[in-house]
């Protein structure tokens, strides 16, 4: 695996109130997980983001919105970027 993408994705995984970070491609399977971060959870977290990017400007091809999924304990942020998708699982 990619050197940088390694770093980068232990950098955010140590940020504070961080419990897990999922990676995946864009046809749905766990590149990396960490922490909270279940990769059975890939094709979702992939299918959401697809959705999100139809719901968007579909004039533009730059779009990468970020979705929001929170819960009583736990903030799920989800973005593409690049052909990766990344959730973020954060502690309120």
């Given at each position: 695996?990619?050197?940088q ?24 399977l ?22 999100a ?17 929170e ?11 690049d ?10």
């Open positions: 695996m990619d050197e993408f390694d770093r980068a994705f232990s950098q955010i995984a140590a940020q504070p109130g961080v419990k897990g970070v999922l990676c995946a491609d864009s046809l749905g766990c590149i990396k997980e960490s922490g909270f971060a279940a990769s059975r959870s890939s094709g979702f977290v992939t299918a959401i983001s697809t959705l990017q139809k719901l968007a400007d579909s004039d533009s091809i730059y779009v990468n919105p970020i979705v929001t999924i819960t009583d304990k736990t903030t799920v942020l989800i973005q593409q970027h052909g990766i998708v990344t959730a973020i699982y954060k502690s309120e």
